[in-house]
């Protein structure tokens, strides 16, 4: 709580009645704290000013050799309070050493991860805050150093900022913390000091997931208070396993109640993986070819392009496996933060499998191709969706509905979707359906990991998209999505594949090897010119492969069972196909 500093010994106590909570047994409560510094007539030592109640929270001890000042009064941030502030000068006008200030007494054994923060002021452009210390202790000996964001430098920074802490802040029953001027040229000031709870996430793992999967999220402790999460739950942790974002509101065991920040939870749904083979059977000794596709969950975006002037473009890909009635789709364009559609362009006719559909903005001239719209003039802070009517619901989103990044959605390498080309990496197989939520530039968190970039005009990709994983089938290990197999018996073949994420999926196919055999018994294998038995009958049989079979002797014939009188000694073949056509041979002499 903040309070305007007052100077009578009536007021004095009012403001420790306010800070301090009694439990039960007549203990101290942890308190969030704040010191506003007060106000002083003029230039007051530490000491001087503790002594006469000057500083907000009289039940703790504040020391030091810095000074109270009136002068440039904090300014500039939300609750700068003015008025009085603590002066640092640099060391070089100070024999006794490094200014300091120290605030200790404070109880933040109830407090759920204490955050400090304050405000600053340096009398230099240049410097950025390094030679200010800021520490924490626990006993008055051992100090932490924690930190605080570089100030910036140049011209016009020399101004009041309000920062906050990194770093743990102990949580003890009394916390000292100190700053501290190490700079021989700068001379800084400080107001407004607060130790406020905070919430944060805890992701078990990462928050982008696979089918089937969950990640648990742990809210801070809320040191005997409780915890309300955005989707209603009231316990420490859940469990989470679909597209949403989550915050969670902690109240602490001193009552004080903070809010975390988002954390974004992406479930990617099951990957569809389809096995197929030029032939399902083969002959022993052949060959046959494997494929293996995927296919994406519905249409989905696959290039933006944000180009110079109005070279503006969307493609659409269609990966389903079916030809897609358009009519039931609609593309809208969310324009500077929008929530609401700021451009509807309803979709006409089919999109065949396999096909693209790209939209772009009518004076566009750089791609010959697509189809001419009104509603395709995105900048790079807009937010782009796909909506399926039958279903009432988003197929795919581009950046963030209802945000406004300021110029563009950036990303770590140079990602923006401003003045760039992004093409949709390949193992992407299915849209974003949940709008992310999440405020900032950052705040489309896929660019990055869904998107290839490219440069500004590039339209080199329009038209053409396909999706595939990285796939190994086995047995075998064979890689990519088109192999050669040449198996020995029938064999059944699983493809699996890894996309996004490294979530993977699989499919089967099955080789059928046909392996038909023929054998040939004779009646008689020795025949005697003019004595005894002058012809044999032979006859073939067949096994294996699939029946039917036909039957083919050299003699011409095509019975099983063939009739011979030869005058020579004399070989007779026999060839047997299957109904696969897969062949056999074999002989007799007779």
């Not at 109270?68 to 100070?94: C, E, H, K, P, Q």
């Not at 499919?507 to 002058?534: F, H, K």
Request: glycine fraction near 10%; charged fraction near 10%.
């Amino acid at each position: 709580m903040k309070k305007n500093s007052h100077t009578n010994g009536s007021g004095a106590l009012f403001r420790r009645m306010l800070l301090i909570f009694a439990f039960g047994s007549g203990s101290l409560a942890a308190q969030t704290f704040t010191e506003s510094m007060g106000s002083v007539a003029s230039t007051t030592s530490i000491v001087s000013y503790e002594a006469a109640n000057g500083f907000d929270n009289d039940g703790f001890t504040m020391t030091g050799n810095a000074d109270i000042r009136n002068t440039s009064a904090s300014n500039g941030y939300a609750g700068a309070s003015g008025l009085a502030n603590v002066f640092f000068t640099n060391n070089t006008t100070n024999p006794a050493g490094n200014r300091s200030f120290q605030i200790e007494g404070i109880n933040t054994s109830n407090i759920s991860d204490p955050v400090l923060s304050f405000g600053i002021l340096k009398s230099t452009v240049a410097s950025d805050g390094s030679d200010f210390i800021v520490e924490v202790s626990t006993d008055g000996i051992n100090y932490t150093p924690v930190s605080f964001p570089a100030l910036p430098t140049g011209t016009g920074t020399a101004v009041w900022r309000y920062e906050t802490v990194t770093g743990a802040i102990p949580q003890v029953s009394d916390l000292r913390i100190r700053w501290t001027n190490t700079s021989a040229t700068t001379q800084y000031r400080i107001d407004d000091v607060n130790l406020n709870c905070s919430a944060s996430i805890t992701p078990s793992q990462s928050t982008t997931l696979c089918a089937g999967d969950n990640v648990t999220l742990t809210a801070s402790n809320a040191l005997g208070g409780s915890y309300l999460w955005s989707n209603s739950a009231a316990t420490q942790s859940i469990s989470a396993g679909s597209s949403a974002t989550y915050t969670v509101q902690v109240t602490d065991g001193s009552g004080c109640v903070s809010v975390s920040s988002p954390v974004r939870v992406l479930a990617y749904p099951a990957a569809m993986v389809s096995a197929s083979a030029s032939d399902s059977t083969i002959c022993t000794g052949d060959s046959a070819t494997l494929h293996a596709r995927t296919l994406t969950q519905d249409l989905i975006f696959s290039e933006y392009v944000e180009g110079s002037g109005n070279e503006k473009y969307i493609e659409i890909y269609n990966g389903t496996g079916a030809a897609v009635n358009l009519s039931d789709y609609e593309y809208l364009a969310f324009h500077n933060g929008a929530a609401s559609p700021s451009f509807t362009t309803a979709l006409s006719g089919t999109l065949a499998d396999g096909a693209t559909l790209v939209l772009k903005n009518g004076s566009a001239t750089l791609y010959s191709g697509g189809q001419a719209e009104f509603g395709v003039q995105h900048n790079g802070n807009d937010a782009l969706a796909l909506y399926k009517i039958s279903t009432s619901s988003y197929v795919d989103i581009f950046g963030v509905i209802g945000q406004d990044p300021g110029t563009a959605w950036t990303g770590p390498g140079g990602y923006s979707t401003m003045d760039h080309t992004l093409r949709r990496k390949p193992n992407v197989y299915s849209g974003i359906t949940v709008n992310p939520g999440l405020a900032g530039a950052n705040g489309f968190t896929t660019l990055t990991t869904e998107w290839d970039l490219y440069a500004t005009d590039d339209v080199s990709g329009l038209g053409m998209h396909s999706v595939d994983g990285a796939y190994v089938w086995n047995p075998g290990s064979y890689s990519g999505n088109m192999v050669s197999v040449s198996p020995s018996s029938t064999t059944t073949y699983t493809v699996t594949g890894t996309f996004i994420n490294g979530c993977t999926a699989s499919d089967d196919v099955t080789i059928n090897v046909s392996n038909p055999s023929v054998s040939v018994s004779a009646s008689d294998t020795l025949i005697y010119l003019c004595y005894g038995p002058q012809s044999s009958t032979l006859t073939a049989n067949a096994s294996g492969g699939t029946a039917p079979y036909s039957i083919s002797w050299s003699t011409g014939e095509t019975t099983s069972s063939v009739t011979v009188s030869p005058n020579t000694t004399t070989t007779y073949s026999v060839t047997v196909s299957d109904n696969n056509g897969c062949t056999s041979s074999s002989s007799s002499i007779a």
